[in-house]
């Protein structure tokens, strides 16, 4: 079992910026391709961006490419999501997921909620405008 914690969440006005972290505990954190979701009021769960367990693969929804940026450090246990320019439409539940160990495959990443196995309990960002 993997343990996903959120955090960073918050209310902030369009046009900052804000840094999520997601911290895992329970197995290895560098076997996990991690990625970023997020639900809006009203709205089906939506994937935001993802990294490879390697961390040298990245991949965005084109609504956030060039405002938001996903890493990870495995010394940390710590995946992060800093976002700028931030817009009213981000507004949503944030969560953080897992991806169970792909063998041979350490740039994989996906962009489906089925792909994942582990998720966190989510973490609130508002933007006001």
């Known amino acids: 079992q993997v343990q996903l914690v959120e955090s960073g969440g918050g209310l902030v006005q369009a046009g900052t910026s804000l840094r999520l972290s997601c911290t895992a505990s329970?197995?290895?954190?560098?076997?996990?391709?991690m990625a970023w979701f997020r639900q809006a009021p009203g709205k089906e769960r939506e994937f935001v961006g993802g990294?490879?367990?390697?961390?040298?693969?990245?991949l965005y929804a084109d609504s956030v490419k060039g405002r938001f940026t996903i890493s990870r450090d495995n010394a940390k246990n710590t995946v992060y999501l800093s976002m700028n320019s931030l817009k009213v439409e981000d507004t949503a539940v944030y969560y953080c997921?897992?991806?169970?160990?792909?063998?041979?495959?350490?740039?994989?990443?996906?962009?489906?909620?089925?792909?994942?196995?582990?998720w966190g309990q989510g973490t609130q960002v508002t933007v006001s405008s």
């Open positions: 329970g197995r290895t954190f560098s076997n996990f391709a």
């Open positions: 997921a897992a991806r169970s160990f792909v063998p041979y495959r350490p740039y994989d990443v996906r962009n489906r909620e089925s792909d994942y196995d582990y």
């Open positions: 990294i490879s367990r390697s961390g040298g693969r990245q």
